[in-house]
């Protein structure tokens, strides 16, 4: 990677790609050098054959966890997304900044975001205030995700190596929210 690495990273997946167990590990790593992290990450959780998609949400600076997802019952095809926590998420990355984090993980620069809504503000937030920002972004939404920072990021491959190298080139210059 390359010194000049900009202080909102987006690992770019496909769908073959198994992302949140790859950001979970960078947290935990990062975590266990003494990153204080803010930002909310996705831990998917089937609880029923009928029902592969349930998700949940851990908030990083607490270890807090909450629905993602909203049971819409059997036969729905409506998004699934639970408005409520999308503001729970939100509200736990504003926290975290608030308490000073030195670098934010947002699951994912989805189709919320996209659109202009999800935590696209929270991410500007952050970086705006000086705290790295480091987030997934599937390659339908890399042409979204290129307008929202004006090109101004850097891509990082799908793996904890390539975030882990991404915040040893950033973490100088983060400064405290």
Not at 20 to 49: K, N
Not at 53 to 79: I, N, V
Not at 162 to 172: G, K, M, P, Q, S
Request: glycine content about 10%; hydrophobic content about 45%; aromatic content about 6%.
């Amino acid at each position: 990677m390359s010194s000049d690495a900009l202080p909102i990273a987006a690992i770019l997946y496909t769908p073959a790609d198994h992302i949140e167990p790859v950001l979970i590990e960078a947290a935990r790593q990062l975590a266990q050098q003494g990153v204080r992290l803010g930002g909310v990450l996705q831990h998917d959780i089937p609880t029923t054959t009928e029902d592969p998609c349930g998700m949940e949400l851990e908030d990083l600076s607490g270890g807090e966890r909450f629905a993602l997802s909203q049971d819409l019952g059997s036969g729905s095809e409506a998004c699934r997304l639970d408005p409520d926590a999308l503001a729970h998420a939100a509200m736990a990355v504003r926290n975290a900044l608030e308490q000073g984090a030195t670098l934010v993980f947002i699951n994912k620069f989805g189709a919320q975001e996209a659109c202009g809504s999800g935590l696209r503000a929270e991410m500007a937030m952050a970086v705006a205030s000086g705290v790295p920002v480091v987030t997934a972004v599937g390659e339908r939404f890399l042409d979204e995700w290129q307008r929202f920072t004006g090109g101004g990021s850097t891509l990082l491959a799908p793996d904890v190596a390539a975030i882990l190298e991404w915040w040893d080139t950033v973490r100088d210059a983060a400064q405290p929210a």
